[in-house]
């Protein structure tokens, strides 16, 4: 039988003859995969015909739906003998996979050819015909990256342009061609969402000819995607990014971390300084993990950047609150950020620059089967050199701003058949800001003050990650980690703060499942590790009663020096009951936390605390497309180690606690809609605060008499790039307060310092042809709150202005903050290589937008401190495959 099928380049439909033209309709979206017939049925063979020697071809309009099923048949040409009927019958029945264009699986008509040929006598079995020998090949490679292209179709014409031969590339990208005539040939490789490629090459007698072809990609963006929800998450609200698709949201510098401040439940930091203000939480409330060890900070100065390569990161997961007991030690959000796991067959190298830093990452395999991953990457900031160069860029021209950054990283992976991992990786960061001014500009009245002020910090990491798969129901997974952490503060020669802490950190899990139903989980995660610190200041504190500012005074210094940590353990059992195990997550644990602190010049233990977190949650798909979240649990956070020391003695401190709850609903609109809202409560007890019975330095510096609450609603309406276009519109209405002294009649509720009424923000972003992107961030949020001054006090004695309220404290509120942020990209391809170019426009259009009030000498007057003006940051970023 002879087969022949045309896919016509638009859907066609059957009309009446008689029927009146239509209005024309838009063009439909192109097809980026075929129809393929998938269930052949082989039609009778007319007695009559047959027995006559006759042949005939019978041409068919099929119209098959987005199933693949035959919905319509109709005979354009018939070939009479009894064909017609045969073939129609036959037809009815075919099978086919269904076509798809951008929105998925579509309907098509096709024009089909159903012939009937006798059957010719077959060769002799021992007489085949000799095969052809291989005498033209290649391989279909992308442009840009280099990766070889599996089922590519591939052409090989004459001179004169007739179709000599065709196939499709093998798994390896490669094509083979028997018996080409001598001489000049043209090539063509074609695939839906490729530009065609087009090669001349001549073939040679007695030669092999091998011939690369390169083939573009029309959008080299296609598979990105928005931020997803998983179903298999245990947290009620885990939001999970793709780095390359918001790595195109203005004012991210190309950052994914960044992005984290423009989804619900995260407050603007001020100053844009990347402080994580998660559901109405303390910055240092909130935790950061890196591939799940806890780091002290995700920003480099200023928030501009986070401390890792934004090319290392694979994805970041953000957990606003509820999450499990896997994460503790902390009662804000959790951002954990895991590094990539997958690397290029070939040698790869990215270069990035913009008006902040320059960073460089290689990637690629090595060893000698090829089984060892590797990735190396190095930033340096260089806006000191900007701000040095450029005059008149800050306001008082004696004053020199000098602050630099640098981070590196180096990953190695063993690849295997993915049954187990094993990962060594190291990285760490170094932050510097210094004040200065020259001799003869006067800081102040107090000499303590004259002189530079400076801030310093750094974070060193090293870890082992062991992923093994026991046995079919065992997995066993350990992450030893060793690392240290400096900080240093000075203002002139008289005061200067310094600390380091050296750390080791153990995560160890056992995953049970035994069954499809249930799965058991034991965990271990231990902190411990050595502290020094010194303090060198002006004057000694317990002399403050009897400060005299013309008196001459000798510094004081303090030091300290001791160990510190706890194991903490941890089980949480997930439970899907249902046969469709999506369908329904229960999901429970607990957590136990322990924390014990001694100086070594101390024989008593400074701290030791422990404490209990329970937590539960559940996911529940009513339907295909709509979910019910809720969660509530338990959170304890230890004493940051500066509130812990004492001279001597026992620090009667315990954990601050936070007990939460959350319900919420998940709902898909469609292929590329997404709506989820989420509405929370949380309390908070045994909070830190100053001890109002301090008198000297033997005091207690600290209590746990304060109390706090934070509660709000959060939702998100996605739009994840199906096609061109992508964005979200997320809104956080929320309340945070605290009371310090909640059993001092005269002290009562206040808001918390950055709590913010409303914050809005609207991001989208468009893929035009040829790899041009353009993306805009609309952005509204509350004014922190501020207390009104009227006035000062003058105290002669200490030769200060003491401001006094004109109202309760934090009862008034900034103007709002609005801001407009744009971006534009372009993305280049090369043979070898890609090239993008984009402009950041961060505050395109800005509001007021003060940070803060800042008043005179006597509180007499005062004027807003706005944010950052308009600044356009070009940058590009390279990537080279070797």
């Known amino acids: 039988m002879l087969l022949s099928l045309l896919l016509l380049s638009a859907p066609i439909f059957a009309q009446q003859p008689d029927t009146p033209p239509e209005p024309a309709e838009a063009e439909p979206p192109p097809l980026t995969k075929l129809p393929e017939l998938l269930e052949y049925i082989q039609a009778p063979y007319p007695p009559e015909a047959e027995a006559a020697g006759l042949e005939g071809v019978v041409k068919l309009l099929l119209e098959i739906d987005a199933s693949g099923e035959v919905t319509y048949v109709e005979l354009l040409e018939g070939a009479g003998n009894g064909f017609d009927e045969a073939a129609m019958d036959a037809a009815w029945q075919f099978l086919f996979s269904p076509a798809e264009d951008e929105s998925g699986p579509t309907a098509v008509a096709i024009e089909f050819d159903y012939g009937f040929v006798l059957q010719a006598a077959e060769p002799e079995p021992d007489e085949p015909p000799p095969p052809m020998p291989v005498n033209l090949e290649g391989t279909v490679v992308e442009m840009g990256t280099r990766r070889a292209l599996p089922d590519i179709a591939v052409q090989v014409s004459g001179a004169d342009g007739e179709l000599i031969a065709e196939t499709t590339t093998d798994d390896d990208g490669r094509y083979q061609f028997r018996g080409i005539s001598v001489g000049a040939v043209q090539i063509k490789a074609f695939y839906p969402g490729y530009k065609d490629a087009e090669s001349s090459v001549e073939v040679t007698e007695g030669e092999v000819t091998d011939l690369r072809v390169w083939i573009k990609n029309l959008s080299y963006r296609d598979d990105e995607v928005v931020g997803v929800y998983r179903k298999e998450s245990t947290d009620v609200t885990r939001r999970v990014l793709s780095v390359e698709e918001i790595r195109r949201i203005p004012g991210t510098f190309g950052d994914p971390v960044r992005v984290i401040q423009n989804l619900p439940g995260a407050a603007r930091s001020p100053l844009g300084t990347g402080a994580l203000i998660i559901r109405g939480a303390n910055p240092e409330d909130s935790a950061v993990y890196v591939d799940g060890i806890r780091i002290p900070l995700i920003y480099h100065l200023g928030g501009y950047v986070s401390v890792l390569n934004a090319d290392l990161i694979d994805q970041v997961s953000y957990l606003p609150g509820n999450y499990g007991v896997q994460y503790g030690r902390s009662t804000g959000g959790v951002v954990d950020v895991t590094t990539k796991r997958d690397y290029p067959e070939q040698t790869r190298l990215s270069w990035s620059t913009d008006l902040l830093d320059t960073g460089v990452l290689v990637q690629g395999r090595t060893g000698k089967e090829q089984n060892i991953g590797f990735a190396a990457a190095g930033r340096r900031s260089y806006i000191d050199a900007v701000l040095a160069s450029v005059p008149n860029l800050l306001p008082n021209p004696d004053l020199v701003v000098r602050p630099r950054w640098y981070d590196y990283q180096l990953k190695l992976t063993r690849l295997d058949d993915g049954s187990d991992e094993l ?238 709850a959350e319900i919420g609903w998940q709902q898909n ?214």
């Not at 990786?425 to 009245?445: C, E, M, N, R, Y």
């Not at 014990?596 to 209990?612: E, V």
């Open 669 to 882: 609109i469609g292929e590329a809609t997404q709506a989820d809202m989420s509405v929370f409560y949380k309390n908070l007890d045994q909070q830190i605060v100053a001890n109002p019975n301090f008198e000297d330095l033997s005091s207690q510096y600290f209590t746990n008499e304060g109390i706090g609450r934070a509660y709000g609603l959060e939702t998100i309406i996605r739009r994840a790039p199906v096609d061109r276009f992508f964005g979200w519109i997320s809104y956080t209405l929320s309340r945070s307060e605290r009371n310090d002294y909640p059993n001092d009649p005269d002290n009562d509720w206040y808001l918390f310092e950055l709590d913010q009424t409303h914050i809005l923000v609207g991001v989208a972003g468009y893929q035009l042809p040829n790899d041009f992107g353009v993306s805009g961030k609309v952005q509204y949020v509350t004014g922190n709150p501020t207390t009104p001054f009227a006035g000062g006090v003058y105290d002669i004695d200490q030769d200060f202005y003491y401001g006094y309220q004109t109202a309760d404290y934090n009862s008034e509120r900034l103007p709002a903050f609005t801001a407009v942020d744009l971006r534009f990209d372009k993305l280049f391809t090369f043979k070898t290589w890609q090239l993008e170019l984009y402009l950041d426009v961060l505050n395109a259009y800005r509001g007021e937008n003060p940070e803060f009030v800042l008043y005179n000498y006597d509180y007499t007057e005062s004027r807003f401190i706005r944010g950052l003006p308009l600044i356009p940051s070009p940058g590009f970023n390279a990537e080279f495959n070797f």
């Open 423 to 660: 990962s060594f990786f190291v990285f760490g960061f170094q932050d510097q800001l210094i004040f200065s001014s020259p001799d003869d500009f006067a800081q102040g009245t107090d000499t303590a003050t004259q002189g530079d002020l400076g801030t310093s910090y750094s974070t060193h990491r090293a870890y082992l990650l062991w992923d093994k798969r026991l046995s079919d129901t065992w997995r066993l997974r350990v992450t030893p980690s060793f690392g240290i952490d400096d900080t240093r503060f000075s203002v002139g020669n008289s005061t200067d703060l310094q600390q380091s802490q050296p750390l080791a950190v153990v995560r160890a899990e056992a995953i049970w499942t035994p069954t499809e139903s249930l799965t058991l989980t034991n965990g271990f995660d231990f902190i411990g590790g050595g502290y020094t610190f010194s303090a060198q200041l002006p004057l000694n504190p317990d002399q403050l009663d009897d400060y005299d500012p013309l008196a001459e005074r000798e510094p004081f210094t303090i030091d300290g020096r001791g160990v510190g940590g706890g194991p903490d353990f941890y089980a949480r059992a997930d439970f899907r009951p249902l046969e469709d195990r999506d369908k329904l997550l229960l999901s429970g644990g607990v957590r136990y936390n322990y924390v014990a602190i001694q100086d070594f010049d101390n024989p008593d233990p400074l701290f030791r605390g422990q404490a209990l977190d329970p937590r539960f949650t559940f996911r529940w798909w009513l339907t295909e497309n709509a979910a019910l979240k809720a969660g509530g649990g338990v959170y304890h956070q230890p004493p940051l180690p500066f509130e812990v020391w004492r001279p001597e003695g026992t620090v009667d401190l315990a954990f601050e606690r936070a007990r939460t």
